[in-house]
Nanobody, 120 residues
């Protein structure tokens, strides 16, 4: 019913920048929250940043001041601007969304993940 399609991952040197995008499509009535999680090898998935429908944002302490989450409501798209990347940011990044469907059901969705590798 809903798809989240991520893009923008890749290989970058320490100190570099990347911008991730996640576009939601399908039977969407409204998007209540969108966010980004990441999972490094051997570690649990962790919240990176999220933005709620009113525009409020929150970040993991490890990325505050370096990452910025934003959205384009008209396009049902959320972005994650990542600056001053560090090797410890290397992970698969997953888009997450809580969506009210046209049927008025409230569901959680995940993207397929995009790899971010920070290495010299």
């Amino acid at each position: 019913q809903v798809q989240l399609v991520e893009s923008g991952g890749g290989l970058v040197q320490p100190g570099g920048s990347l911008r991730l995008s996640c576009a939601a499509s399908g039977s969407i009535f409204s998007i209540n929250l969108m966010g980004w999680y990441r999972q490094a090898p051997g570690k649990q998935r962790e919240l990176v940043a999220r933005i709620i429908s009113g525009g409020s944002t929150s970040y993991a302490d490890s990325v505050k001041g370096r990452f910025t989450i934003s959205r384009d409501s008209a396009k049902n798209t959320v972005y994650l601007q990542m600056n001053d990347l560090k090797p410890e940011d290397t992970a698969v990044y997953f888009c997450n969304a809580y969506i009210t469907l046209l049927s008025r059901r409230f569901e959680e969705y995940w993207g397929q993940g995009t790899q971010v590798t920070v290495s010299s």
